[in-house]
T-cell receptor, first 111, second 116 residues
Framework: TQLLEQSPQFLSIQEGENLTVYCNSS?????LQWYRQEPGEGPVLLVT?????EVKKLKRLTFQFGDARKDSSLHITAAQPGDTGLYLC???????????FGIGTKLQVIP | DTEVTQTPKHLVMGMTNKKSLKCEQH?????MYWYKQKAKKPPELMFV???????INESVPSRFSPECPNSSLLNLHLHALQPEDSALYLC???????????????FGPGTRLTVL
């Protein structure tokens, strides 16, 4: 099983600040997904990155896939309280149907 | 319709009860999944159905019994559960991922299960 490590595990920032969270592995992934999960709800897919070095933007969120496809980052510009949630990275593991999740970064944006 | 729906939202059951969780999607996805999520943990895969056939069972105890009546519906039948089975149960669906390098899953809101 390929493992995904996420850091930091917890992050509390003020509204308007910028932040970056990381997803790292010692294994190469053919793709990585980022999800956001709010308490008591299911994860919501934000983005999929497939190509090494790829950068994708979703409004104030910027996702990057490492050149070697072993790591990914999520950068949020001018964080807002609505960005609060658990950010999970995920990638294929042990077959095309199985996905492994990182432990997540719990983000709190304080108004 | 890009939603995965799950019912009920909350369920409280005793250890001798039999109950079922239901999941539905109308995105034409041919793979459906059950996950279990404990507090402060990531989702943990339980079962995968592909084209209405069970393709993965992650060594889940037999007190959990999945069923896929058709391509849009997925059930999870519960019987003689233990208090440690209390968790958020998530259903997800995805397109057929064979030949793809990625597996984008769409999750329902989950069922919060409490076993007394």
């Amino acid at each position: 099983t390929q493992l995904l490590e996420q850091s930091p595990q917890f992050l509390s920032i003020q509204e308007g600040e910028n932040l970056t969270v990381y997803c790292n592995s010692s294994s190469v992934f053919s793709s990585l997904q980022w999800y956001r999960q709010e308490p008591g709800e299911g994860p919501v897919l934000l983005v999929t990155v497939v190509t090494g070095g790829e950068v994708k933007k979703l409004k104030r969120l910027t996702f990057q896939f490492g050149d070697a496809r072993k790591d990914s980052s999520l950068h949020i510009t001018a964080a807002q309280p609505g960005d609060t949630g658990l950010y999970l990275c995920a990638g294929p593991s042990g077959g095309y149907q199985k996905v492994t999740f990182g432990i997540g970064t719990k983000l709190q944006v304080i108004p | 319709d890009t939603e995965v729906t799950q019912t009920p939202k909350h369920l409280v059951m005793g250890m001798t009860n039999k109950k079922s969780l239901k999941c539905e999607q109308h995105m034409g996805h041919r793979a459906m999944y059950w996950y279990k999520q404990k507090a402060k943990k990531p989702p943990e895969l339980m079962f995968v159905y592909s084209y209405e056939k069970l393709s993965i069972n992650e060594s889940v105890p037999s007190r959990f019994s999945p069923e896929c009546p058709n391509s849009s519906l997925l059930n999870l039948h519960l019987h003689a559960l233990q208090p440690e089975d209390s968790a958020l149960y998530l259903c997800a669906s995805s397109q057929d991922t064979r030949g793809r390098s990625y597996n984008e899953q769409f999750f329902g809101p989950g069922t919060r299960l409490t076993v007394l």
